[in-house]
């Protein structure tokens, strides 16, 4: 298993372009999410989605666009950047089976916006 | 809400010391605990976690963490530190579904 994986791994846009970051899970995993995080802030959540076709808002949504058309994928458009988007972005799974709420994180893509 | 504190943003612990780091959540039921780490440029990588039962839980690593309801903590530790075990911590909380509440971290550097 691959696990949890992000692309791109670095970005750099300029402020007004869109993007969208890449996730994807080879585990079946149910719920999956999307975290930013900031120096001294922790992560902090976006959106999240428990299943193909739901997803629902986190802490910080605002800017951000999410879909779930499958189990594996769950992309995180950018709309319009702007600099307060710099960050390192994380995605991770979980299985939701047995109330495990254990998640499993990808390897992160860094955001900078200019 | 659910909410964590992680007092210490950094803690320097000589190689071979002990190592305690705090946590203090707030929430209004029985709180589904995690701790992970965060290795420069890495992802998050599970510590150890608390569901119920044994408030004394341990993980990988050699790393345990002890679950006190009456003081709503969930401080981690380690009897004895290798450099290897530099890096970023983060203790989060689950309120009774998949919603990690992450705290802003502690920093932990190991001096020879």
């Known amino acids: 298993n691959a696990g949890v994986t992000q692309t791109p791994k670095f970005q750099v846009l300029k402020t007004g372009q869109s993007m969208t970051l890449q996730c994807a899970q080879d585990m079946n995993h149910e719920y999956m999410s999307w975290y930013r995080q900031d120096p001294g802030m922790g992560l902090r959540l976006i959106h999240y989605s428990v299943g193909a076709g739901i997803t629902d808002q986190g802490e910080v949504p605002n800017g951000y666009n999410v879909s779930r058309s499958t189990t594996e994928d769950f992309p995180l458009r950018l709309l319009s950047a702007a600099p307060s988007q710099t960050s390192v972005y994380f995605c991770?799974?979980?299985?939701?089976?047995?109330?495990?709420?254990?998640?499993?994180f990808g390897p992160g893509t860094r955001l900078t916006v200019t | 809400a659910q909410s964590v504190t992680q007092p210490d943003i950094h803690i320097t612990v000589s190689e071979g010391a002990s190592l305690e780091l705090r946590c203090n959540y707030s929430?209004?039921?029985?709180?589904?605990l995690f701790w992970y780490v965060q290795s420069p440029g890495q992802g998050l990588q599970l510590l150890l976690k608390y569901f119920s039962g044994d408030t004394l839980v341990q993980g990988i690593k050699g790393f345990e963490a002890e679950f006190k309801r009456s003081q709503s903590s969930f401080n981690l530790r380690k009897p004895s530190v290798h450099w290897s075990d530099a890096a970023e911590y983060f203790c989060a909380v689950a309120g009774g579904n998949e919603k990690l509440t992450f705290g802003t971290g502690t920093r932990l550097t190991i001096i020879p």
């Open positions: 929430y209004g039921a029985t709180p589904y």
């Open positions: 991770a799974s979980s299985p939701r089976t047995g109330y495990s709420y254990e998640q499993y």
